[in-house]
């Protein structure tokens, strides 16, 4: 088994899993960091991280983007890569 985060690593970086190497691939890279607590102290309290995108791919219009996203939904993305991919992720 592997983690959602080494899994995520693996399949961004394009050559030979080093986020410094020169390549002329396109390259998704992805950073989870900054979780925090919405809602503290009450009964809809739920946590949330920093999502960074940087990229070259020509899939995406912007080359950066910064979000916050709900821990439920990595969970979501850890169920559907199970069951479609067939990964087994910790």
Do not use: M
Request: charged share 20%.
């Amino acid at each position: 088994k592997i983690g959602l985060s080494e899994l995520i690593h693996k399949s961004i970086y394009p050559c030979q899993l080093s986020p410094f190497c020169v390549s002329l691939q396109e390259f998704v890279a992805v950073r989870v960091q900054d979780p925090r607590v919405q809602n503290e102290g009450s009964w809809n309290s739920y946590v949330d991280f920093k999502i960074f995108l940087h990229t070259n791919s020509k899939a995406f219009t912007a080359k950066t983007s910064c979000v916050r996203r709900r821990y439920s939904e990595f969970v979501w993305l850890k169920k559907k890569l199970q069951k479609n991919v067939g990964l087994a992720c910790s």
